[in-house]
């Protein structure tokens, strides 16, 4: 139930966010579509500098510590590109329509990519050279999205861009923090492990990331969150890397795993390995969300539901509370960002994008 609860929830925001509407409304969704692209068009062209633009695309949050983490990307991109136009998307329509709304924050507006995309083919913009950033952590299901909306972009889908600039435009893309197994996840496994190696003297760090459903795992992405741990272990046995959607790697196979290695009690510190400390941080990992009644029961796919990290860790009979959490995203930590920026550099350094062929991850 719960599942498709979710699923529901999700188409009900894709098509708000698309603008769709009973058969009667077409001109109320036309027009929606057009003041959504209007007010981005007039941003780009309120702020554009350069004859290049660099698009960050995350998936997005309604919580006022991501907006701070995207605000400083932001602000590090412009100190780190400073021949480059920078912007920021959300790829979420939840996110989006949410964050309008104002839910946690005050309202705030973030447009999908392809909003951006478009505005840097008007005319009076049209940037020569555009550079999409892809924030995601690994390159799964939401990376795919992004990739899509490239496509769409430089195939012209909608008919309504110039094919003449689009000919000549330089497209480039800048793969997930995760990409390359052989080179990003040693490197992020370095840095997590010099800015965390006095709590893994102390105790278990467990890295909770989000991973994708089986029937979700876009190019097998998930296998990152296993390598990351490997990685880690190589410097202290007591890092994991649990997911929240990952099958057999839930917060009770981390246990799991735990068990076997003999760790039966002491601390356990949580942290997000997600791009911001959002709605999973807070609620799944840090939240008060307890289903303890003498015990837990798993689902049928061995998770325990409606119970965070924080309290499951707790009742396992671990030290695991509001003092062990460590609620900050990647994108917070300048020295795991700039594993970021450095796929940025190495787009802008390479060829023009074949983003299809050389994209994908094998």
Same mark, same amino acid.
């Given at each position: ?29 036309? $027009? ?49 590109? /400073? ?50 950033? $892809? ?27 110039? #094919? ?11 793969? /997930? ?24 003297? @102390? ?6 990331? *989000? ?18 741990? @490997? ?15 990952m099958m057999d790697n839930f917060k009770t196979n981390v246990l799991a795993r ?29 939240? #008060? #969300? ?9 689902? @049928? ?6 119970? $965070?990290?924080?309290?499951?860790? *707790? ?5 695991? #509370? ?39 991850? @094998?």
């Amino acid at each position: 139930m719960k599942s498709i609860k979710f699923f529901m929830m999700a188409l009900a925001a894709i098509a708000l966010s698309a603008g769709f509407v009973a058969c009667d409304d077409d001109d109320s969704a036309a $027009s929606n579509w057009q003041k959504y692209q209007d007010a981005v068009t007039k941003n780009v062209k309120a702020n554009k500098k350069q004859d290049k633009a660099i698009l960050l695309v995350a998936f997005g949050s309604t919580w006022q510590q991501a907006y701070d983490a995207f605000d400083g990307t932001v602000a590090a991109y412009k100190q780190k590109f /400073p021949g480059y136009d920078i912007f920021l998307s959300f790829s979420s329509a939840i996110c989006i329509n949410r964050a309008a709304a104002g839910e946690n924050v005050d309202p705030r507006n973030f447009y999908a990519p392809n909003f951006w995309l478009n505005a840097f083919a008007q005319e009076g913009v049209r940037y020569n050279e555009i550079v999409v950033q $892809s924030l995601q952590v690994i390159p799964g299901e939401e990376y795919t999205r992004v990739i899509n909306y490239i496509k769409d972009f430089a195939n012209n889908s909608n008919g309504d861009l110039d #094919d003449a600039y689009l000919s000549e435009v330089v497209l480039k893309l800048g793969v /997930p923090l995760l990409q390359d197994a052989e080179a990003d996840v040693p490197e992020v496994a370095k840095q997590l492990n010099s800015l965390y190696k006095t709590q893994a003297a @102390e105790g278990v760090v467990a890295f909770m990331g *989000h991973g994708n459903p089986d029937s979700y795992d876009t190019y097998k992405a998930n296998v990152r969150y296993t390598q990351l741990e @490997e990685a880690l272990q190589v410097y202290n046995k007591n890092y994991y890397v649990g997911t929240v959607d990952m099958m057999d790697n839930f917060k009770t196979n981390v246990l799991a795993r735990m068990q076997a290695a003999g760790i039966t009690g002491g601390k356990v510190f949580c942290h997000p390995l997600m791009s911001i400390d959002g709605d999973h941080g807070h609620n799944d990992m840090a939240g #008060d #969300d307890d289903a303890w009644d003498n015990g837990f029961e798993a689902n @049928e796919e061995g998770e325990v539901e409606d119970t $965070s990290w924080k309290m499951f860790f *707790h009742h396992m009979g671990y030290i695991c #509370d509001n003092t062990t959490m460590i609620e900050k995203g990647l994108l917070e930590l300048p020295t795991v960002r700039n594993v970021w920026m450095q796929h940025t550099q190495d787009a802008i350094a390479g060829e023009p994008l074949d983003f299809y062929h050389s994209k994908n991850p @094998e």
